[in-house]
């Protein structure tokens, strides 16, 4: 883990600052620290470190209550943080800056309406099957609520995407998220839309990073961050297709699907699920000798026990399309006689 360097200049204003009971700091003084605070939280979020990040934006808050720009990271550490008590408070945050002009504060917002929308669906779910006791007289309707509650965040949420991708219409998390939040909406359609617009992006920005990794002018730190972008646009790119995959074999659209799960396997073609996905596809449309096919590179680079449910439907499905095609041998075997 990279390790943070603060300037002596920093020090000795922190060693001030937490040492200064009787006289007080400065306008300069105290700019000068939230400045360095702001700094590096953001850091720190970039690295990963969330708590760390939350400590140096919680200190420049209390310097400065109203830096825009420190409740923003504090936000998108919080979410980050995930933990549904952390998602409400960056909810709030999120809704306080929504009108200092900076469309991340909007795009935060939608992401925490999303996770918000999951955390009461799998709340019903646990109260109607009598995971969760609920305190409510009538639990069922509890659980009713708690649906309605999931679909007006879940609603909000995808207006939020919506607005950002009207200003920033190539935005890659506005773009996820909107693929996301429609297909828990039940609309189909338009995460399949949402999931092309995400892939047409990051094609091109992908490329960009690969060739700043190759650059002959890369440092050494810079060539470590392009590597880490290429490799996250990339799992971006499969999650989308396998995404898109799934959806368009619900909307009865095969074609489409599989032409989702060959780009998928080009970006990965050692990734065996995709070629048990794939083969599903091809027995679909009636391609049994191209499903077998693609069933045998599964089982050869599937380090799964040979008892292990997805082995079991491999094999299954192996046999099934075996079938198929003795089936259609036989058939042409007795058209020519």
Same mark, same amino acid.
């Given at each position: 883990? *990279?390790? =943070?360097?603060?300037?002596?200049?920093?020090?000795?204003?922190?060693?001030?600052?937490?040492?200064?009971?009787?006289?007080?700091?400065?306008?300069?003084?105290?700019?000068?620290? %939230?400045?360095?605070?702001?700094?590096?939280?953001?850091?720190?979020?970039? /690295?990963?470190? @969330?708590?760390?990040?939350?400590?140096?934006?919680?200190?420049?808050?209390?310097?400065?209550?109203?830096?825009?720009?420190?409740? /923003?990271?504090?936000?998108?550490?919080?979410?980050?943080?995930?933990?549904?008590?952390? $998602?409400?408070?960056?909810?709030? $945050?999120?809704?306080?800056?929504?009108?200092?002009?900076?469309?991340?504060?909007?795009?935060?917002?939608?992401?925490?309406?999303?996770?918000?929308?999951?955390?009461?669906?799998?709340?019903?779910?646990? $109260?109607?099957?009598?995971?969760? =006791?609920?305190?409510? *007289?009538?639990?069922?309707?509890?659980?009713?609520?708690?649906?309605?509650?999931?679909?007006?965040?879940?609603?909000?949420?995808?207006?939020?995407?919506?607005?950002?991708?009207?200003?920033?219409?190539?935005?890659?998390?506005?773009?996820? &998220?909107?693929?996301? %939040?429609?297909?828990? @909406?039940?609309?189909?359609?338009?995460?399949?839309?949402?999931?092309?617009?995400?892939?047409?992006?990051? &094609? *091109?920005?992908?490329?960009?990073?690969?060739?700043?990794?190759?650059?002959?002018? %890369?440092?050494?730190?810079?060539?470590?961050?392009?590597?880490?972008?290429?490799?996250?646009?990339?799992?971006?790119?499969?999650?989308?297709?396998?995404?898109?995959?799934?959806?368009?074999?619900?909307?009865?659209?095969?074609?489409?699907?599989?032409?989702? @799960?060959? &780009?998928?396997?080009?970006?990965?073609?050692?990734? *065996?699920?995709?070629?048990?996905?794939?083969?599903?596809?091809?027995?679909?449309?009636?391609?049994?000798?191209?499903?077998?096919?693609?069933?045998?590179?599964?089982?050869?680079?599937?380090?799964?026990?040979?008892?292990?449910?997805?082995?079991?439907?491999?094999?299954?499905?192996?046999?099934?399309?075996?079938?198929? %095609?003795?089936?259609?041998?036989?058939?042409?075997?007795?058209?020519?006689?």
């Amino acid at each position: 883990m *990279p390790r =943070i360097r603060f300037p002596l200049r920093f020090a000795a204003l922190a060693l001030l600052f937490a040492c200064s009971s009787e006289k007080e700091l400065t306008a300069e003084q105290k700019k000068t620290l %939230v400045e360095r605070y702001t700094e590096t939280a953001q850091e720190y979020l970039r /690295m990963g470190e @969330l708590d760390r990040a939350e400590g140096q934006t919680l200190k420049a808050l209390a310097l400065d209550p109203k830096n825009t720009k420190c409740k /923003m990271i504090r936000g998108w550490t919080l979410q980050k943080r995930g933990k549904t008590e952390d $998602i409400l408070v960056a909810e709030r $945050i999120f809704r306080e800056i929504l009108d200092a002009g900076d469309y991340r504060a909007t795009l935060g917002l939608a992401e925490c309406l999303e996770r918000k929308g999951v955390a009461f669906e799998e709340a019903s779910e646990k $109260i109607a099957s009598g995971k969760r =006791i609920s305190e409510a *007289p009538d639990p069922a309707a509890r659980a009713g609520q708690l649906l309605a509650e999931r679909d007006r965040a879940w609603n909000e949420s995808i207006q939020r995407y919506e607005k950002t991708l009207t200003e920033h219409s190539d935005d890659v998390d506005a773009l996820n &998220g909107a693929m996301r %939040v429609s297909a828990l @909406l039940g609309r189909l359609e338009d995460s399949v839309s949402y999931a092309g617009k995400l892939i047409a992006v990051i &094609g *091109p920005t992908r490329e960009f990073w690969q060739k700043k990794v190759l650059s002959p002018e %890369v440092t050494v730190d810079n060539e470590k961050l392009y590597r880490e972008r290429v490799d996250h646009l990339l799992g971006l790119e499969l999650a989308t297709r396998i995404h898109a995959s799934t959806v368009l074999h619900k909307l009865g659209r095969d074609e489409a699907a599989k032409t989702h @799960l060959d &780009g998928a396997i080009a970006l990965d073609p050692e990734r *065996p699920e995709l070629y048990s996905r794939r083969a599903e596809i091809e027995k679909s449309l009636g391609h049994p000798d191209q499903a077998i096919a693609d069933l045998d590179q599964f089982l050869r680079r599937s380090t799964l026990t040979y008892d292990h449910p997805d082995v079991k439907r491999a094999w299954r499905l192996r046999k099934e399309c075996e079938d198929a %095609v003795r089936t259609a041998e036989a058939g042409r075997t007795s058209g020519t006689r």
